[in-house]
């Protein structure tokens, strides 16, 4: 059964989708009231007259729902929507260009994972501070606070657990220092002791093992906080709302 | 809980007291979840409309907790100038 509710219509000026979410739910409403007059002996017609009666005025519910989503009169949230893409498009041509002019010979690796990093990062963590701060781990700290940006990135990817992010974090580590990188050259162990490209290339590869283990950690204990945060209502609860 | 069942229940624990136009309670619904006090979900019902249920959300929690902290205390006051010495 449909009732007649173009009066409530009338005064909703919102996307056809949200429109129709807040019809749906008087229609509901509505059908479920009459259903239950119906149940009591009552006519059809007269339940159905009834249910519209104790709903109260259409254009009143109407014109107070338009209130409470003023906001999307004029797109608002279209327009906050397109402001969004502009930015993450400006970000994204902001770390190109970066990452060109640091001119890193192992570009398109950093370049997607803080790519990623700024698509998982809460909003509180902007973007741009993490490019900041992934530019300034490189370029100060060797590559200790890279490795934690990069291992915090795919552990949360994966979804790993506490004890397994740390994990992958550090194999990652060993097998980064396995391979060796384009910047080393050669292994730590490979230059003379003593000299200072030993030690260079001693604090490159401690400083990846230690900021790709805290980066496992961190990035999996960031993910069981969320999901914990994000965890349906309990019964009890459903029955306070 | 969905929003028929809301009406029902506020009027049944208050012993019909609170007799209000149905359609008044939907504002005020999507106003609660527009604060972030609660979440919907739509669930199918064999048959009938789907209906639209409200839980809770923790800054609703919250909220509810505080503002029961106050109605509580505005009781006592209340009861404290109208009963004195009760």
């Known amino acids: 059964m449909r009732f007649p509710i173009d009066r409530l219509r009338a005064q909703l000026r919102l996307p056809f989708w949200h429109r129709a979410d807040i019809e749906a739910e008087v229609q509901s409403h509505l059908a479920e009231a009459c259903a239950e007059l119906a149940q009591e002996g009552m006519e059809p017609a007269q339940a159905e007259a009834t249910a519209l009666e104790r709903f109260g005025s259409l254009d009143g519910v109407g014109e107070a729902l338009q209130a409470v989503h003023r906001d999307w009169s004029g797109g608002a949230t279209v327009r906050q929507a397109l402001r ?54 490189v370029m100060l700290t060797g590559w200790g606070l890279w490795s934690i940006l990069v291992a915090y990135a795919a552990v949360r990817a994966i979804g790993a657990g506490t004890l397994t992010g740390t994990l992958i974090g550090a194999t990652a580590a060993v097998m980064v220092a396995a391979l060796g990188s384009p910047h080393w050259h050669r292994a730590p162990w490979h230059y003379p002791p003593g000299t200072v490209r030993a030690y260079v290339a001693w604090w490159m590869l401690a400083s990846i093992v230690a900021g790709s283990t805290v980066g496992g950690y961190l990035g999996a204990r960031s993910l069981r906080k969320a999901a914990v945060e994000s965890r349906e209502p309990s019964a009890q609860d459903r029955g306070s709302a | 809980m969905y929003g028929y069942r809301i009406i029902k229940e506020l009027s049944a624990r208050s012993e019909r007291h609170f007799q209000m136009k149905e359609g008044s309670l939907y504002p005020v619904l999507h106003q609660l979840e527009k604060d972030g006090l609660l979440t919907t979900e739509w669930q199918e019902q ?38 004195p010495g009760s």
């Open chain 2, 46 to 83: 064999r048959g009938k409309p789907s209906r639209r249920y409200y839980h809770l959300t923790s800054k609703g929690r919250k909220e509810l907790a505080r503002a029961k902290g106050q109605f509580n205390a505005h009781v006592r006051a209340m009861r404290s100038v109208l009963e």
């Open chain 1, 84 to 137: 969004r893409a502009i930015r993450k498009t400006v970000r994204h041509v902001v770390l190109i260009v970066a990452y060109a002019a640091l001119n890193l010979a192992s570009f398109p690796v950093p370049f997607m994972a803080v790519l990623g990093l700024s698509s998982i990062l809460p909003p509180a963590v902007t973007s741009f501070r993490v490019i900041g701060w992934a530019i300034g781990g």
